[in-house]
């Protein structure tokens, strides 16, 4: 749209300009006061054998305001216990808030942590390997020609 030279000479330009800024600031304070609220709680830290690692298993809510949707994502990450200090996300599961779709934990061996996540989960692993660390993630049931064969009916892409 090109615009005029004379739009600016209308004595009602400032007043429509200022009428939109109005309306932005109106829709940003009203994202703010109805937009997604988070709530991160920890559920469980299980620490390794050696002790030089904690694999910590945790749940984010998050309420998507006024569309009355709510995402509930639980994660794994592994926290060292000794200099260097460092935390490290291992992977991610869309829950939808049901407690048997929550990813279990354990270790396997001082330096493998196995995660066992229901067959049919949207699932993003972030890293196989923390450190010494190797992460197992394992499917219940183990089924990997169901496991494909539901990625394939979702389309979602093959584990990696």
């Known amino acids: 749209m090109k ?4 739009f600016f ?3 009602g ?3 429509a300009i200022g009428i939109v800024v109005a309306v932005v600031l109106a829709l940003s304070m009203l994202w703010d006061a109805i937009g997604p609220r988070c709530t991160h709680a920890i559920l469980d830290r299980v620490p390794s054998p050696d002790g030089a690692w904690i694999a910590v298993f945790g749940e984010d809510t998050c309420d ?3 569309l ?4 509930i994502t639980a994660g794994v990450n592994l926290v060292t216990t000794r200099p260097t200090l460092r935390n490290i996300d291992v992977l991610g599961v869309d829950t939808s808030g049901g407690v048997g779709w929550r990813p279990r934990v354990a270790w396997s061996a001082p330096d493998a942590l196995r995660v066992t996540v229901p067959l049919r989960s949207i699932l993003k692993v972030l ?3 923390a450190g010494r660390v190797r992460v197992d993630v394992q499917f219940d049931p183990d089924d990997p020609l169901a496991r494909a064969a539901w990625l394939k ?5 093959p584990d990696q």
């Open 127 to 129: 890293t196989r390997h």
């Open 64 to 66: 998507l305001g006024v």
């Open 153 to 157: 009916q979702t389309g979602l892409p």
């Open 13 to 15: 330009w400032l007043l």
């Open 68 to 71: 009355a949707v709510t995402d």
């Open 9 to 11: 000479r209308r004595p």
């Open 3 to 6: 615009w005029s030279s004379g």
